[in-house]
């Protein structure tokens, strides 16, 4: 009984020991020589290889270059933090942190110089003003055919503009978008050109903010159309004929549209920084494997090594 008490623990030691040495490395075979065993452990192993199971979470990112590239891909520079790249992940973070704020910052911009200008526009351009114009445009060029306008001449008939949203419950857009579209441009030498290119938009809609500072033929609407020009019923093509507030009105509404166009371009700038920062993390892993599997290799060239981890 005694001798296979000794057995056991015979067969139970070898058989930690094995599992010992099978933790750290199998023997090196010598090409041209006997099968002799010589044992490497990991220290012996440039760099230190040591992957078990009480690495960090963020281990994974550190040995496969897909992870890192999709870690890097939503995280800017996460996947460079994780190999110990630090500037790198600085660099990337910092640029999308700063880029994000030039964005909200464009955005809050644009919001705020667009309520304005809706604003001033609200107070400066009546529907009215323009209707009335159209009316006494036709009565000072007879060459104009148009046969709406007598209606929308009753409409408008001793109604004073307001340059206020009421100005709007006293014109019919149905009426003043088919007056619009039976409307000719007559340019300064009598020349009869195109006719509208454009109808009045509804109140109030984007649209509507953006035509009437940009096209010409809605210049009539603003305060103070035709105190500069002798003749206000023939518009030139070079913009002479329209009014300071109609001047205002262009600056304005180019201003919220360029603070949106920036807007737009750093979001453009992250997407470029989030793919740049996720191909360099894929790089990264893919040269630090490399340079482990040739390191590893020039241990010993004329030696074959197996190591096996386990996990």
Sequence with gaps: MFSTIVNKITVWGLFFISLSLACYAQPVIKSGEPSTAEQIT???LKPTINYSNSDPFYQPVRKKAGLALLSSAIIPGSGQAANKKWIRAGAYLLADAVLLGIHFKQINDAHRQQRRYNQFANNNWSVVSYAKWLVNYHDQNPQLQNPHIDDLRNQVSGITPSYSTQDWEKVKLDLL?????????VYPDNEVGNTFSHVTPDFGSQQYYELI?????????????GTNINNKYQLPWDGSAMPMNFMRGSQQAENFNDSYRIARNMISLLLINHFLSAFDAFLTVKL?????????????PQETLSVKFHF
């Design 213 to 225: 500072s940009k096209y010409y033929q809605f210049g009539s609407g603003w305060k103070g159309f």
């Design 288 to 300: 630090k494997n490399a340079r482990i599997e040739t390191d590893t290799n020039l241990i010993n």
């Design 42 to 44: 990991m220290q012996d």
């Design 177 to 185: 978008r088919k007056v619009e579209r039976n409307t000719r441009f």
